[in-house]
């Protein structure tokens, strides 16, 4: 017989892990387990509350919606609550859940909408004589976050519809998987932590203070129910959403109505096969009654709709085996260990390594060399190995031990505070090196054309770059002699780097691989200071008091500026050459002076960043989403909703190319 104190304090557990990652999902947009980790939770918590009955009121946490509301944020009361899905975890609770409430109310017939479960987070839209009031986030149900201005820049969500009676509207906004590859990407080369999965990325996305930052990351929406509305929109649920679409919202078209169990298995079936095709990310299959009537009988429970329910897919995992762990050192010294996996098909992809995260990983995985894995895709996109299967492991299989000591400079390893990663702290690790200076010399950066990862390597290898600064030193005559470069390869770098020398400070401030500066804080500073000199003497109050640099930021520029290896390097950038001036974009013209502008579509004769240099070169302001403070919105082909937003907008002038151009008489 079971340990009645076992179980309650084994429930106990339960509940606080539930409601502790709740927190950092819904609350801090930064999971530390997967949905399917955290879905096995919930499972075996409803299981052990069913078989011990007189600990049912310890399941509360399960009766609460998921709360996204931060302390210091603006809020609205919803017109009409906002509700979270029940979960059903296979077809067979998703078969009696529908055939109890149909044996229950025999006089409708079965009919059932399904929908792909997206996974994003939830928005209330409020409009009023066809015009968007108010945006805002679930919430706690009650009442959610104001995002309406960072809800404007969505192109999906139209500022105004036909419809001019008050209506509430339900949806998702999610981030497309290309858009959130390449945010990672950006964050990866500005040290910043990556996004989990593209639901965090989202959501995190919709609370920034800056719109225009928003509005980068291309954020998108579905929109599938209403919340308070007229009566004349008490329509069944497949015609709700041929009413939204006509209305110009975005709905997803992959709905489709069953009138029985076998058509809901192949179409539940069809989507977890076909997940990993979409562009963008679902979870599972949200199920509905059709009939409105049917609906309205049923009502609701304290947190679920009774005539709904989400279906979810379970994450799809592989066992493998664990060849070898690598411990890679990136440009902060930071190590990471890599696992390197026997090749398995994983969610639409060959997996053959995955991330290992670092030192308490691998003491909670207890991994060792060779052992059998079980491997899924962290939110379907990053491998990450979940367990090791024990049965399976070989006899004195050894331990994965994470070095104290950096495996490239055998410097010891150190924590930094209460963090969990460990940094190799040698300014002169040569894996450090060779990823400062890739940083360094890249695009985004200083912009060293030919100066790439296979060269870099090379000239440390032979000696010719120990630090940054001896990018401006080089011995071109050595290189000359290297194999496969002549006179014009060696000339056009060096021309490469001698440009390179004229950079705007911003640009030498974020390839100077400052923790936690990407190209936008980068700006700010030069921006703000204009000289490099002036960011040296900066404390870290004066630093603070930049719009949108924290604390944390502040800490670390101080920090960089007055470490005397960086002090060194600086100086003798400056005595090779290296600008150290902030230039302000200079004004052809005050022609367009006071006037704010607003580039949409495709143009002909420009590029958007082009034609915006262009305004920005006769005085004119750049916005970044449709409002009244909006002067003018040059479009090109396909404008998409910032077109149909400005029509509304009486003070707004529409100009094409062509008119734009007559205007500044070019």
Partial sequence: MANIKQIEKEIEKLRDEIEYHNNLYYHNNDPEITDFEYDTLVIRFKELLTQYPQFRDKGEVLEKVGNDLLDDGSTITHKERMYSLANAYSLEEVYSFFQKIYSAYPKYDFEVVLEQKIDGFSINLFYDQGKLQYATTRGDGFKGEVITSNTLTIADIPNQIPYQKSLEVRGEVYLSLPEFMRINKEREESNKKLFANPRNAAAGTIKLKSSEEVEKRKLASFIYSLGAHDSDLDINQAELLEFLKKEGFSVNQHYQKAKSLVEIKEYCDLWDKKRTELAYEIDGIVLKINNINLQKELGFTVKSPKWAIAYKFKAEEKETILLDVQFQVGRTGAVTPRAILEPVYL???????????????????????????????????????????????????????????????????????????????????????????????????????????????????????????????????????????????????????????????????????????????????????GTMEKIQEADSVELEEISEIGEKIAASVYDFFH?????????????????????????????????????????????????QELIKGNGGKILSSVSKNLDYLIIGDSPGSKLDKAQQIASITILNEEDFLRMINR
């Fill in 563 to 611: 470490e005397p290896k960086n002090i060194a390097l600086i100086e003798e950038l400056k005595d090779l050459g290296v600008n150290f001036t902030y230039k302000q974009a200079s004004s052809k013209s005050n022609l367009l002076e006071s006037k704010s502008f607003l580039v949409t579509g495709t143009l002909e004769k420009y590029t958007r960043k082009e034609i």
């Fill in 347 to 529: 969610a639409g992809t060959t997996v053959s390594h995955a991330t290992l995260h670092n030192a308490d990983e691998l003491e909670r995985l207890d991994i060792h060399y060779q052992d059998t894995v079980r491997v899924i895709k962290s939110g379907e996109i990053i491998p990450k190995i979940l367990s090791v299967n024990l049965e399976k492991r070989k006899s004195k299989a050894n331990k994965v031990v994470f070095p104290s000591r950096c495996p490239i400079c055998n410097t010891s390893l150190e924590k930094a505070g209460d963090e969990a990663i460990r940094y190799c702290i040698n300014l002169s690790c040569p894996a450090k090196i060779q990823k400062s200076i890739e940083h360094f010399t890249s695009r985004d950066t200083m912009d060293i054309e030919g100066l790439g990862e296979a060269l870099v390597s090379l000239l440390i290898e032979k000696g010719l770059v120990k630090t940054i600064a001896d990018i401006y030193r080089l011995d071109y005559d050595k290189i000359r002699s290297f194999e496969g470069f002549g006179d014009k390869s060696v000339s056009n770098l060096k021309k490469a780097i001698d440009k390179s020398k004229v950079q705007n400070l911003d640009k030498l401030i974020f390839a100077l691989g400052i923790r936690f500066v990407g190209s936008k804080v980068a700006s700010l500073l030069a921006e703000h200071f």
